[in-house]
């Protein structure tokens, strides 16, 4: 059986939900709405189910920690899909968080809150930080995971309505597309 294909969000409020719906539809792709929470509540044997039972890839799904230190449920849920041998997660997209006491993860790129793929990370607003790694309270386990792809947001609900579903989820839908682009999923777009 051929793995599914998943790409990871670490945000679930309900701003992230909409765009993240949005942007998983922009795609062609299923989103696991049930993941969205601020934070995670399902587990993550839980999302895979879910995954599993999906029409069709890629699928997309939130993973959430809403702050928590240490290794949250967004975290727990993100860490079991990434070891899942059903599953090929083709990539994260980080939301930042400006958190106090970031150690910082390293991005591969990040999408600004107008729309330009940089190669620094960018801070909870969209805006281009020019450093090389993301803070959020969603991606510490990541740091031992050096194979990922990973593409940094802002959060959402806070890039100027940049990020509006009104507008399509401009900003969520590249990050995605990003990720496909980088698997061989999708014809690259200018």
Known sequence: MDK????LVTDGDMAAKEAVEK???NIGGRCISSSAGNPTSLSGKEIEERILEAKHDPVVVMVDDRGAKGKGPGERAMEYLLDCRKLDVLGIVAVSSNGKDCNGLKIDYSV???GE????AVDKFGDNTYSGKICGDTLS???SRREMFIVGIGDPGKMDYQDDVSKGAPITTKALR???EH????????
Do not use: N
């Not at 698997?183 to 200018?190: I, V």
């Open 117 to 120: 793929i940089v190669k620094h």
């Open 112 to 114: 600004t809150k107008t």
């Open 23 to 25: 942007a998983t539809a």
């Open 178 to 180: 990003i990720i496909l």
């Open 4 to 7: 599914r294909k998943v790409i």
């Open 141 to 143: 386990i990541l740091r």
């Open 183 to 190: 698997d061989g999923s999708m014809q690259k777009h200018s």
